[in-house]
């Protein structure tokens, strides 16, 4: 329950889900300083004895130290797994947190981050469940607040001045309430990935919502790739598929380069001020990169400490700026969220031999709107920010693949 020490009476300290964590430190007692018989209602047993508290030695006494536990070579198959549990559930046991002893006051203790997580905390008594829950939100959410806020407003701007960089927050995840205010103060620009949402009930972000001081982006290195996440969580992405693209009918089962397409379009279309794409979403434009498994495209797993950043591109860049239709793809997607215009991709692009790109769909009035409605009802769609340089488009305007139906509309 307290760092340090785990205090094992009952089931405050160690709850059912570790009875064979009980087994484990018994059957390897040399880890430990003590052995001991660990019974609970789940076994069917009377309620537990009292118990002197569990410490780990010294070499084993860190996350690092186990997770270091030595293996010898040539192992079976069966020891190597029996060594990989033993030392999963030793980083459990010793994840298994509440309060952390003040190394300056031995007496003070103060909670560890997000200790609701805890087996331990599961199993204590709803009042102290409350108090602790409490005493965590207070420590960590708002206790901290001016201090914080005082030292940003002291540090960040001397970091803006000395250079004409612009400055991006990574403002995800756990955010203190603080931080929105401050980064609207300074003018620092927010980073919005879509599947990480920032309104509280929503599971994913809405580009045509962002604003101007924002970096758009459909993934990061520390979350899958567009391709690699669709594919692997279909349940998710079917929500995804009708609610942020639009979709009607059967979601594809894989991530085709025209859901690629929508998704890429809604971030270039959106209001922020930068869309910044990792060069495996837009490889996923064209299906000649795509043969590879996609999760053999993730950069980072936050998950794995060690050796993880392994990703390199499978083709080269060259092949890529040879690609005509991959970058002509691109350029139009660039044209038609006027984020640029022809001429100066022309410029840039010029030693690709860039094909002329159509004109822009004119935008919808009364007598297409109901044609267009149809055409949405059979594709993917996505609405059309307000942005700096589309502030004359409608607000709500369609985005949809660029071919032509009987009546002549361009969609």
Request: proline share 9%; charged share 20%.
């Amino acid at each position: 329950l307290l760092g340090g020490s785990m205090s094992a009476r009952g089931h405050s300290a160690i709850s059912a889900p570790y009875c064979d964590l009980g087994r484990l430190v018994n059957t390897t007692s040399h880890i430990s300083r003590f052995s001991y018989s660990l019974c609970c209602h789940c076994c069917g047993h009377s309620p537990c004895r009292p118990y002197p508290p569990l410490r780990l030695r010294a070499a084993y006494s860190s996350e690092a130290a186990i997770a270091s536990i030595p293996l010898r070579p040539d192992s079976p198959e069966w020891l190597v797994k029996e060594v990989e549990e033993t030392r999963a559930g030793l980083l459990k046991l010793r994840q298994n947190v509440i309060l952390l002893q003040d190394p300056e006051d031995p007496d003070t203790f103060h909670p560890r981050f997000n200790l609701m997580s805890t087996s331990s905390f599961a199993a204590l008594p709803a009042p102290w469940r409350a108090a602790l829950r409490h005493m965590h939100d207070d420590y960590y959410f708002r206790r901290q607040e001016d201090v914080w806020r005082a030292s940003a407003l002291a540090k960040l701007p001397a970091l803006q001045a000395a250079s004409d960089m612009l400055v991006c927050g990574e403002d995800l995840g756990f955010v203190p309430a603080c931080v929105p205010p401050v980064m609207k103060e300074l003018g620092l620009i927010g980073l919005r990935i879509q599947r990480m949402a920032t309104e509280p009930g929503s599971e994913f972000n809405n580009p045509a919502a962002y604003t101007y001081l924002t970096v758009a982006s459909p993934s990061c290195h520390d979350v899958t790739p567009l391709r690699a996440w669709y594919e692997s969580d279909p349940d998710r992405a079917e929500r995804f598929y009708y609610h942020q693209l639009g979709g009607c009918g059967p979601p594809p089962p894989l991530c085709t380069p025209d859901v690629v397409r929508a998704v890429l379009q809604q971030h270039i279309n959106c209001g922020s001020m930068l869309a910044v794409f990792p060069i495996q979403d837009l490889m996923a434009l064209s299906s000649l990169y795509a043969a590879r498994k996609a999760d053999e495209e993730i950069i980072n797993d936050p998950t794995v400490s060690k050796h993880y950043w392994r990703f390199r591109i499978h083709t080269t860049l060259e092949t890529l700026l040879l690609d005509n239709d991959w970058v002509n793809t691109i350029a139009e997607m660039l044209v038609l969220g006027e984020r640029a215009s022809q001429s100066v991709l022309q410029s840039y692009l010029a030693p690709l031999s860039l094909q002329p790109q159509p004109p822009l769909p004119p935008p919808l009035d009364d007598d297409n709107v109901a044609a267009v409605a149809a055409l949405v009802a059979a594709g993917v769609a996505n609405g059309l920010a307000s942005h700096p340089h589309t502030n004359h488009l409608p607000n709500h305007r369609p985005y949809l693949s660029h071919q032509t139906n009987a009546a002549g509309i361009r969609y």
